[in-house]
């Protein structure tokens, strides 16, 4: 099935609005195990400490190269995105297990196809809102707003989700809200540890028909230093795919990076990904899709947070 240029660029475009592991090829349930036992020496229980009275705010930065060859012809698209996020969590029981709302408080974007003069959006422009609100209708009227609530045990499972918004419609890509949070295992682990989460997401094979696949992320707790564990990440495709242009609509999920988890205060500082990944045959015969990206999410004061918020 030949897969079109148009449809490669929403699923990036679309990633980029979500804000939501780099290898090539399927991992496969033997890769777990085979791997080592887990080193001796201190462990380390990873466990998020959510209070309804300290909202979480973060800044992510992502940007995106992809490479389209079809028809001998040649083209660049380019996107950057800053997006404010915040987290605000509505209540935690005795047990640890919170209620936490997503929500979107300021997104700039910039995106250029090939040689066009390219698109520019900010959500805090008047200049802009007045030119471009029916074409971003849909990110103005969720700035501000909750875009999902989910119920998270401290160890980062999601046990209710409920989508608020675009994210209520049906079909649309709920994973990266899911994965707002890292899941962490349920007991103490050692440097060295390894432990693996699977998750499905769909693809599209023909005419609007979807098709689940099976993806792996592989984490390994690299480093503990003043009480920040450092957590190294890996995401690939569990699922034999021999379509290109199904595993197209994967270029962007497979990523790889590292993780800083605040151990005393129970919170991601910080998360950073790449992504360097070619799939040939793309969009048919001598064609290809080149995806360079990366990410960059950091945790901001909650002080410096709350009044760059009121800035709208």
């Not at 973060?58 to 940007?63: E, K």
């Not at 989508?163 to 440097?191: L, Y």
């Not at 690299?222 to 379509?243: W, Y």
Request: charged letters at 25%; hydrophobic letters at 35%.
């Amino acid at each position: 099935m030949i897969c079109s240029i148009t449809t490669v660029r929403s699923w990036v475009f679309t990633a980029t609005l979500i804000v939501v592991a780099g290898q090539s090829g399927a991992l496969s349930r033997a890769d777990e195990a085979t791997l080592p036992a887990s080193p001796a020496g201190t462990k380390y229980l990873l466990a998020y400490k959510f209070s309804p009275n300290d909202p979480l705010h973060y800044r992510v930065v992502q940007d995106s190269e992809m490479t389209i060859i079809y028809n001998q012809a040649k083209q660049i698209d380019r996107n950057h995105s800053e997006t404010l996020r915040s987290l605000r969590v509505v209540s935690v029981d005795a047990s640890g297990v919170a209620e936490v709302e997503i929500v979107i408080d300021h997104v700039y974007l910039k995106a250029q196809s090939g040689e066009n003069a390219g698109d520019e959006f900010d959500s805090r422009d008047p200049d802009t809102r007045a030119a471009q609100y029916e074409k971003y209708k849909a990110i103005y009227d969720s700035i501000g707003q909750p875009q999902a609530r989910l119920s998270l045990s401290p160890s980062g499972r999601v046990l209710k989700f409920t989508p608020f918004g675009s994210f209520k419609t049906a079909g649309s890509d709920t994973e990266p809200v899911k994965s707002i949070v890292n899941q962490f295992p349920e007991q103490p682990v050692a440097v060295g540890e390894k432990w693996s989460e699977e998750y499905d997401v769909d693809v599209t094979v023909e005419k609007g028909l979807k098709q689940k696949v099976t993806m792996i992320r592989k984490f390994r707790l690299v480093s503990v230093d003043q009480n920040v564990a450092k957590i190294e990440l890996k995401t690939g495709v569990v699922t034999p795919l021999n379509d290109p242009s199904m595993q197209a609509q994967l270029i962007q999920r497979e990523l790889s990076g590292t993780i800083e988890f605040d151990l005393q205060r129970g919170t991601i500082l910080s998360r950073k990904h790449t992504v360097d990944k070619t799939v040939v045959n793309a969009f048919g015969d001598s064609s290809s899709l080149r995806a360079v990206s990366s990410y960059e999410e950091k945790l901001r004061p909650s002080r410096i947070a709350a009044t760059s918020s009121t800035k709208k």
